[in-house]
């Protein structure tokens, strides 16, 4: 299997004192990030959001240049993939969800409780990889059918695929009725279950219908087994 995926975090907070706690705490979390980048505010966190844009941004409401609010407007409009959480005093919290506008994902309240942290950001690393699974699934369906455009996907790189074929491998049938054959076949036989029962521990795995010719593709992550 290929290394774990990580996803990368960059946090904005003026005071550093508070900046670098919450550096610590982030990364000592049981998860898949890694604290790539901070700022000290908005301005200079756009700046290299330009350069290398996160998967996770952590930002203070009240900072100077420019703030929060601000920020969370301007990844909304321009950077729509990244999960926003804003971290705020209790009393900015109702200025804080204004935010809302902006698809910001999640709040924290000063000081960052740590079971709060940490279970905002398992929830930010299953919609990451869901998201990751989805459209790597899109991109797998478009190659297989030939409509992925020729360019070089480093996403795809990591999958194997399988073809599976039930029935006759060479059929004098139409195919349109040689797939319904195929079809009857494939949910009355045992290959189904036994995928779900062998990849049961894990989920980066799935099955693509070929209809065109009464294929079942197996994707996996990594090297078949």
């Known amino acids: 299997m ?4 990580r996803y990368r975090v ?6 550093t004192i508070i900046l670098n706690h919450l550096i610590s705490k982030i990364q000592e979390l049981p998860l898949p990030l890694e604290v790539s980048a901070f700022a000290a505010n908005g301005e200079d966190a756009f700046d290299l959001i330009r350069q290398s844009p996160p998967d996770i941004l952590f930002t203070d409401v009240r900072m100077p240049v420019m703030n929060g609010l601000q920020l969370a407007e301007k990844i909304y409009e321009e950077y729509p993939d990244i999960l926003m959480v804003i971290i705020s005093g209790y009393e900015e919290f109702e200025y804080a969800q204004q935010a809302i506008r902006y698809h910001v994902s999640d709040y924290l309240l000063k000081p960052v409780n740590l079971e709060k942290l940490l279970t905002t950001t398992e929830k930010l690393c299953r919609k990451l990889s869901e998201r990751f699974y989805q459209t790597t699934k899109e991109k797998i369906h478009l190659a297989l059918s030939g409509s992925l455009p020729q360019e070089k996907d480093n996403c795809l790189e990591l999958f194997s695929v399988l073809l599976i074929k039930t029935g006759n491998l060479y059929t004098k049938e139409s195919e349109a009725l040689a797939y319904g ?13 036994w995928l779900t029962n062998y990849f049961s521990a894990s989920q980066s795995w799935w099955l693509e219908e070929i209809k065109e010719f009464s294929y079942h593709a197996l994707v996996v992550e990594g090297s078949c087994p």
Not at 10 to 15: A, F, K, L, P, S
Not at 181 to 193: I, K, N, Y
């Open 181 to 193: 054959h195929t079809g009857a076949f494939w949910e009355a036989s045992l290959v189904s279950p």
């Open 2 to 5: 290929p290394e774990e995926r």
């Open 10 to 15: 960059m946090v904005v907070e003026d005071e």
